[in-house]
């Protein structure tokens, strides 16, 4: 037997968890937690909330960036876990069929009746590079196009349909690619004509940001794409499983049958890694045409018996607990609840969204005294006026939220789906007391601005 006892590791040295990271992993993540005052130390999580050390609940409208798409620890998943485990299957053999990934592709199937086929990989950003690869292979052609503030993982091949120069600044060559504005379907028709797309990629609400494609634009775009023979892909890796109201995202919109689908993050259960590519038969039997293709695109860790486990169990809750008509029923509620406010604060200038995919943007106030703090921000750095929303939400009330985006002025709630009138009443009457705050003519939340104005002189 080893000696190796977690519990005990756990509670010798958890204590180091800020340092470790510091000296160890990314050294820029304890530093930027320390300076917004995100620096806790929490010790457990079920469900929708965590808590400290001192019994104190945190209500997260954060979901792990959409991962705990169940909360945290849901029960069936655990239990589902503990008997894959107990099994003990003879997984990843590489040269047999586990029932697990094709009982798991076939339950996801049923959610997109028009697609045929699953790969399994490990997580979002390898999803979009299967549907790259595949893309680009079915039809023989380079180009890849994707929208303007666009973000679809941060792998080489999806950094390269990734809108955000940030992200991209240091990381090139990549592959070829072009952006279009959201929206535009003249540009998109621009770029077709030249011969030469495989595909167009788009999230069907884009997380910076929160923007949902415009009424009829999924439709036309397939349109066009077909007429010039490339392929829709819709990235559902955040917007996928419910999230929106509907299983997938593109699902709003009558017609829109995409030619591949990329799915991850609530498919985990927030337990294990996986990602997975839905797409045509012609897709896929071009790629694999072959036994000597037969591992043209695989993964190590793909297909896990653990993952398609928990994968298995998500859908079951999903459907059992009927979370996709929860998110769009409780999702409205707080929409509407929050954009009840618009008119009574100036600096709120819109809510909007789908289902608990919601962003609450902020703006130029019209007041001269509000106005001259919001310049100061501005002049600064933009973005810091929602990040001095965000914090106080977790200081004083204990939530957890984000910005939705670098320089972006919105908050993006993305809650677990398992959230109901209690956690919208508490996040209504956070957010109002926050804004009440700011409108306050002074306080804590403008001294934490010029705290964040120092910041972001000193960085530059």
Not at 77 to 88: C, I, M, P, S, W
Not at 107 to 117: C, E, F, S, V, Y
Not at 433 to 442: L, N
Request: hydrophobic share 40%; aromatic share 8%.
């Amino acid at each position: 037997m080893t000696g190796f006892d977690l519990t005990k590791l756990l509670a010798e040295r958890g204590g180091e968890r800020y340092d470790l990271h510091t000296r160890h992993l990314n050294h820029q993540l304890p530093r930027m937690l320390h300076t917004i005052g995100f620096d806790k130390v929490y010790e457990r999580a079920e469900g929708a909330y965590f808590w400290d050390a001192d019994g104190q609940d945190y209500l997260d409208m954060l979901a792990g960036f959409g991962v705990m798409g169940l909360g945290r620890h849901h029960p069936v998943v655990r239990q589902t876990l503990h008997d894959v485990l107990d099994a003990q299957l003879a997984d990843l053999t590489r040269f047999d069929c586990q029932p697990l990934p094709g009982l798991l592709a076939e339950k996801l199937l049923t959610h997109a009746p028009h697609l045929d086929r699953v790969f399994f990989g490990n997580s979002g950003t390898e999803a979009i590079e299967t549907a790259l690869k595949f893309a680009r292979y079915a039809t023989g052609r380079p180009r890849i196009l994707y929208c303007t503030h666009a973000f679809h993982g941060l792998t080489t091949g999806s950094l390269s349909v990734n809108g955000e120069d940030g992200f991209r600044d240091g990381f090139a060559p990549l592959l070829p690619d072009t952006a279009i504005a959201l929206g535009d379907l003249a540009a998109l028709e621009r770029e077709l004509k030249r011969g030469d797309v495989a595909g167009f990629v788009i999230e069907p609400i884009q997380g910076k940001g929160v923007h949902p494609t415009p009424p009829g634009f999924l439709r036309a775009a397939q349109e066009l794409l077909h007429r010039h023979k490339a392929l829709l892909i819709a990235d559902e890796v955040q917007t996928g499983l419910g999230r929106t109201g509907d299983f997938f995202a593109y699902q709003h919109e009558d017609g829109v049958e995409p030619d591949l689908v990329c799915v991850a993050k609530a498919l985990s259960g927030g337990y294990v890694p996986v990602g997975a590519t839905l797409g045509k038969d012609w897709i896929f039997k071009k790629v694999y045409s072959s036994m000597d293709r037969v591992l043209v695109h695989s993964a190590s860790f793909g297909a896990n018996a653990q993952a398609m486990a928990a994968g298995l169990a998500v859908l079951s809750v999903l459907e059992d607990e009927q979370l996709v008509a929860g998110a769009r029923r409780t999702g409205e509620l707080l929409r509407s609840r929050l954009a009840e406010l618009i008119p009574r604060y100036e600096l709120l200038h819109d809510v909007r969204g789908r289902g608990l995919m919601i962003g609450i943007e902020f703006g130029r106030p019209k007041s001269l005294g509000l106005r001259s703090r919001w310049t100061m921000l501005q002049t600064a750095r933009k973005g810091l006026f929602a990040q001095m929303v965000v914090v106080p939400l977790l200081q004083r009330h204990r939530i957890l939220t984000q910005v939705s985006g670098d320089h972006l002025e919105v908050i993006k709630l993305i809650p677990p789906l398992i959230i109901g009138e209690r956690e919208v009443d508490r996040f209504v009457e956070a957010f109002t007391a926050v804004m009440d705050d700011a409108h306050g003519g002074g306080g804590l939340m403008w001294d934490f601005g010029r705290t964040l104005v120092k910041q972001a002189v000193a960085n530059r």
